[in-house]
């Protein structure tokens, strides 16, 4: 069993930026790929952004690409998405995500978080 715990949401103006962070409790945290991934209201979940085990892959929505930057410190058992340049469409909440393996496989992930608000406005 994974526990992840996000934190870092807020309130920020267009253009701005967050550091989102993901804290595992549980099992081995190196033993997972991580990933984050959104749901804006009234639309379904997904994906932004996933990391292998050892950061060595990194993958992201094109609509992000440039903008976000996911990372991840083994040793602290966390994960991170730094948010850059922020639009009212990036309005969503921000759920992290672990994949037992060592890479992202883009099926279901196994764990999931309870999200944390990011609220971009004009």
């Known amino acids: 069993q994974v526990q992840l715990v996000e934190s870092g949401g807020g309130l920020v103006q267009a253009g701005g930026s967050l550091t989102l962070s993901c804290a595992a409790s549980g099992r081995t945290f190196s033993s997972y790929a991580m990933g984050w991934f959104r749901q804006a209201p009234g639309k379904a979940r997904e994906f932004v952004a996933a990391i292998s085990w050892s950061g060595g892959k990194r993958y992201y929505a094109d609509a992000v690409k440039g903008r976000f930057t996911i990372s991840r410190d083994n040793a602290k058992n966390t994960v991170y998405l730094q948010v850059n340049s922020l639009k009212p469409e990036d309005t969503a909440v921000y759920y992290c995500?672990?994949?037992?393996?060592?890479?992202?496989?883009?099926?279901?992930?196994?764990?999931w978080g309870k999200g944390t608000l990011v609220t971009v406005s004009s």
């Open positions: 995500a672990a994949e037992f393996g060592m890479d992202y496989s883009g099926r279901d992930m196994d764990y």
